[in-house]
């Protein structure tokens, strides 16, 4: 029966297309690049680039976002202020003046903080960083300004620029095609007088983690007091072909002056574990009090290589609604649907645990919650008490199987009826909810 029940579901999940750039935690979760005309040249126009992330809780780490198009015409870019290409391309047919790009598709990045004034603009200058909308909507915003030749000079003949691509450091966003907006108004700074944008179009960009990686980056572990196993993370939950180029935790090469220096590709040095990922949450059912419970939760950091800045964590429980304490993180309830209020977003607190350090000593961040009861769903059976879902900087982490979760001493909870009981929903919920 059991096996029977695995094996369809294994199938029925295989099956389900994953591409879909569509989060269940944050439905409206997108990147927005708007270009605003601000004026037209004899040849060309100036334009403002404006780009907001308007995810709840996903976040573009350093090394920065690096956004690319293709010109519809013979475009040039004359010159960029707050971001550059990365190429200058072919400009040997211009004499005098020399564009600052000439590439058919060019590709640009932010500046990095502290460039001269006279190559700054608002919003710009954080080496590509931004941070997700519910952890800090002001820092959420990324701006340039791209003076454009060889192209339109009305809103009747200007052509938008077509297949926009955009990394956030890595892959995993895809972009629709530019579309005319009203455009853009605009108030002077005393609020008296009202500008606009000479035409306004707007690109929307959305997240699939399964178009940025095959396998996870993290996995959920759990235990609790009522019981002395500690359910670990599954083998591999993320991926294991690099198993021979980890590091073991007491190996000599981490003495090595310069190991954990980022590398310009990003490539990871993770820590020898049995799951090979790079971080894990660990959620652990602490306290049991008359009305209130208890949950302490640990992050921890396996790669050598990084200290995730402004990291988020989103958990999904249907106690979250009854959230009264959070120790040492910051919390916002994240309520994608009105009618269910499950779901909230950790992250640490700024200048104090903000900054989760490389593999190590000090890579583990650790926060606990104390839940008041709602004495009609609360239970400790059937792993009631641990997370429906769990994201680490806005991927989902794999969590253990049901079967395996600390249970309640005595709890009969191998019988198949009640692990068919347990699957089903769970099953249904994947389904539904992708
Ligand atoms: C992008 O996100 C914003 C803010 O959540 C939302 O208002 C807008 O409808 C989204 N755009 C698209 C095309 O989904
Ligand atoms: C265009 O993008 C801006 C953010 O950059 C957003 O405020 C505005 O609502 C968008 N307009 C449309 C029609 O999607
Ligand atoms: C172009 O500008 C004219 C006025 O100059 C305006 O009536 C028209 O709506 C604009 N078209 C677009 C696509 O913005
Ligand atoms: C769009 O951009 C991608 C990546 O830069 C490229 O592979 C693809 O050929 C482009 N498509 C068009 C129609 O230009
Ligand atoms: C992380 O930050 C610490 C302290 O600022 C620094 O010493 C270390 O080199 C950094 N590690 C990485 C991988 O960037
Ligand atoms: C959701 O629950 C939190 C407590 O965890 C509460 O502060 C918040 O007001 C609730 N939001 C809604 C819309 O019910
Ligand atoms: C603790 O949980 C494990 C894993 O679910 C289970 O196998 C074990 O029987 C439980 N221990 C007791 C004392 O019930
Ligand atoms: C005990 C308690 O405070 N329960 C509350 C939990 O949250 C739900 C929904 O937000 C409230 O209706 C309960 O009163």
Known sequence: MRGLIGVAAFFLI??????????????????????????????????????????????????????????????????????????????????????????????????LPGVPYNQQFTNCCKGGVLASWGQDPQSSVSAFQVSVGQAGTSNKTVKLPKNFTLLGPGPGYTCGPAKIVPPTKFFTPDLRRKTQALMTWNVTCTYSQFLARKHPSCCVSMSSFYNETITACPSCACGCENRNKCIKSDSKLLSVVGINTPRKDNAPLIQCTHHMCPIRVHWHVKLNYKDYWRVKLTVTNFNYRINYTQWTLVVQHPNLNNVTQVFSFDYKPLVPYESVNDTGMFY??????????????????????????????????????????????????????????????NFAHHSPVTFTALLFPLLFLYIVLF
């Not at 780009?51 to 573009?60: K, L, V």
């Not at 000593?361 to 009631?384: H, I, M, N, R």
Request: proline residues 9%; hydrophobic residues 35%; aromatic residues 14%.
């Open 14 to 111: 295989a099956l389900i297309p994953h591409a879909v750039a569509f989060d269940p935690l944050d439905p409206n979760g997108n990147i927005t690049i708007k270009w605003d005309v601000m004026s037209w040249t004899p040849d060309g126009y100036v334009a403002t680039v404006t780009m907001n992330n308007f995810q709840m809780y996903r976040h573009i780490m350093s090394p920065g976002w690096t956004l690319g198009w293709t010109w519809a015409k013979k475009e040039v870019i004359w010159s960029m202020v707050g971001a550059q290409t990365t190429e200058q391309g072919d400009c040997s047919k211009f004499k005098g003046n020399i564009p600052h790009c000439c590439k058919k598709n060019p590709t640009v990045v932010d500046l």
């Open 348 to 409: 640490g607190m700024k200048f104090y645990n903000d900054l989760l350090m490389e593999a190590g000593p000090s890579g583990t961040v650790q926060s606990e919650v104390l839940l008041q009861k709602d004495k009609d769903t609360f239970s400790f059976k059937q792993g009631w008490a641990f997370p429906r879902k769990v994201y680490f900087n806005g991927d989902e982490c794999m969590l253990p199987p049901p079967d395996t979760y600390p249970y309640l001493p």
